[in-house]
């Protein structure tokens, strides 16, 4: 669908058109680069989110196996309770995390860069017709 540059009558017209477009876009560009780094922070972040969360789940399932063929004076025992407080408390933490840096969070920054990207190729798109329509006015 083409913009509606028909709408502009001269050139003085255009030209503000163009400088309203580029002033968007610039700012579309900044934003998309810092989408960029946060979107790549964010599957890092997530990848090692879930990553850690799947070895504690592991390692308090183990915690829990070896707890229960320990005997109730073992030395051993106090240890292994320690180290599993901790582990349920780190995953506990982790599950709180989740929400603000895990998947969806990456997901959601990923769509708001899509967002972006099409915006400029739209905007970019304008300028294009803008400046073809510009070519056709009279001085």
């Known amino acids: 669908m083409a913009f509606p540059v028909a709408l502009l009558t ?5 030209d503000a058109a163009l400088a309203d477009l580029q002033t ?15 979107d790549s922070k964010a599957n890092t972040r997530a990848t090692d989110i879930t990553g850690e ?3 504690l789940d592991k390692d308090i399932t183990s915690l829990n196996s070896q707890l229960a063929t ?3 004076d073992s030395k051993y025992r106090p240890r292994r309770e320690a180290e599993l407080r901790t582990a ?3 995953r506990g933490d982790l599950g709180a995390v989740v929400v603000t840096h895990g998947p969806v969070a990456a997901f959601r920054l990923a769509v708001n860069l899509r ?24 001085a």
Not at 115 to 138: C, D, G, M, P, Y
């Open 10 to 14: 001269d050139h003085a017209m255009c």
């Open 24 to 38: 968007e876009l610039d700012d579309l560009t900044f934003r998309q680069t810092n989408y960029d780094h946060r």
């Open 53 to 55: 969360i799947s070895d």
């Open 70 to 72: 320990l005997a109730t």
């Open 88 to 90: 349920v408390k780190r």
């Open 115 to 138: 967002q972006i990207v099409v915006q400029v190729a739209e905007l970019n798109q304008a300028k294009t017709e803008v400046t073809a329509h510009r070519a056709t006015l009279s």
